[in-house]
């Protein structure tokens, strides 16, 4: 049975690597002269040699000339800090809201190390490096609050609220004898802006931010590929991804963006407004409308164009190449991660669709088009169990059912942002405790992880850090 599925995978495969000969045929180069090994072109020709803290941040090598000058003027739109006067370059923060740029929960296009354990929640210093989801157990906006807590407010304001995380410790024993431990955290909510709501008429998810790498070929991505895929199920070890369908822009879709995949953009327009404040064509009334603290009309306070070109930078950006990809160790570490059916769902090789994929002003990017990738993940559904679940369903997506996570780049996370926290809310600390997290549909890698020996355990998470 499980030889069947291999095949149909490779079927798969096949026909879109056929498809795919043009790019296939031409030669990519590493800075220092050399043709680069297949294994080390994460993301075909948007794969960056680049290894350093700005790793995530880096162009892909199709942008030049013109495109170079509008990745800059996304990049730093990104990038640089929102006012809350009338600026017309950078105005528009607040009244409340959770960060004061996408990069400050995105530092160089990452993780920002999130306030969670920074600050123990709510940030001290202007931004906070999560989101807290919230609404009532039927699916609704509480009165005088929004889809998301807005924790932060400019001068003259009150945030909505404020989040509090602590932690319980656990310590565990592999079968050899090694430890580990994880923590479990526990959110609280204070300081409520207006109505404190009780615990159980209140539904929350709390997320820190993802990595920002490969995410226009995410979107470029084959969703005949991603269909053939939720097709195939494995019995045997409990696995059956499942398409999160979702409407968006009055339209059913695949979604592929988010931790559950309750998107089908990069959410450009929504980021501006729910986490900054921003309000925009798309959604130009104030997040916080209906509080005592917004008089008035604020305006557009950010435009189309500009949104376009902050899309555009997220589309472009390169994905870093995979590094020793001939150590031995390395390889071994490869084939472990397929011992431990890690491959089941985090999928090594996925392809674009040959016509690329359109920013959302329109504009074409075929470049993304053609491509190999790597990605290491089905952008599928899973139910990873009720110790991760957060009852907080979104379209298909149950509280357990998770995303599953994008892989590359993950071995450079430490460099770029200088932490290894990991899951939807960053409560692994390093690459055992996310395994060890994996419960309901990762369980069965979990298990098989558990069984291996402590250098096999090493070895797997050597080949982590390759990606």
Not at 89 to 111: E, F, I, K, M, T
Not at 360 to 384: A, E, F, K, R, V
């Amino acid at each position: 049975m499980l030889k069947r599925k291999i095949l149909i995978v490779m079927v798969i495969i096949g026909t879109w690597i056929a498809g795919c000969s043009i790019n296939e045929s031409e030669d990519i180069l590493t800075p220092g002269g050399r043709v680069a090994l297949p294994e080390e072109l994460s993301a075909g020709e948007s794969t960056v040699f680049n290894s350093t803290s700005k790793a995530f941040d880096t162009p892909a090598s199709w942008v030049t000339g013109e495109l170079s000058a509008l990745f800059l003027e996304g990049d730093a739109l990104y990038d640089n800090p929102r006012v809350s006067d009338g600026n017309p370059v950078n105005g528009g923060l607040g009244p409340v809201y959770a960060g004061y740029s996408c990069a400050s929960c995105h530092n160089d296009a990452g993780r920002t190390k999130s306030t969670l354990f920074t600050d123990g929640g709510t940030g001290q210093y202007g931004f906070s490096s999560f989101l807290t989801f919230i609404r009532t157990p039927n699916g609704q906006n509480h009165k005088n609050y929004g889809r998301v807590l807005h924790d932060q407010a400019v001068y003259g304001s009150e945030p909505e609220g404020k989040v509090r995380a602590t932690y319980t410790e656990e310590h565990y024993s592999f079968p050899d004898g090694e430890t580990y431990s994880l923590i479990t955290p526990h959110y609280e909510i204070y300081d409520w802006y207006a109505d404190s709501i009780p615990v159980e008429q209140l539904e929350m998810s709390v997320r820190t931010p993802l990595r920002h790498v490969g995410m226009g070929l995410m979107l470029a991505v084959d969703k005949d590929e991603i269909k053939e895929l939720a097709s195939i199920q494995y019995p045997e070890y409990g696995i059956s991804g499942e398409i999160n369908w979702i409407t968006e822009r009055n339209t059913k879709q695949i979604g592929l963006s988010g931790h559950k995949a309750q998107h089908a953009d990069l959410t450009v327009e929504l980021g501006f407004l729910s986490d900054m404040g921003v309000t925009n064509d798309r959604y130009p009334h104030e997040v916080s409308e209906g509080q005592s603290q917004v008089t008035g009309e604020y305006g557009i306070q950010i435009t189309t164009k500009e949104m376009a070109a902050v899309d555009f930078y997220m589309h472009a950006l390169g994905v870093p190449a995979r590094r020793a990809v001939q150590n031995e160790t390395v390889q071994k570490g490869e084939d472990l991660f397929y011992q431990a059916k890690c491959h089941l769902c985090h999928t090594p090789t996925l392809h674009t669709q040959k016509e690329g994929v359109k920013l959302l002003d329109g504009t074409n990017l075929p470049w993304l088009g053609g491509q190999t990738i790597h990605p290491y993940s089905d952008y599928l559904l899973h139910d990873m169990g009720p110790e991760l679940g957060d009852d907080y369903s979104q379209f298909n997506a149950s509280g357990d059912e998770w995303r599953t996570t994008p892989l590359w780049g993950i071995g450079l996370q430490e460099v770029v942002n200088g932490h290894s926290h990991f899951l939807h809310d960053g409560r692994a600390r390093n690459f055992t405790e996310a395994i060890m997290w994996h419960g309901g549909e990762g369980d069965v890698s979990r298990q098989l992880f558990s069984k291996m020996t402590q250098e096999e355990r090493e070895t797997l998470i050597m080949f982590l850090r390759s990606l």
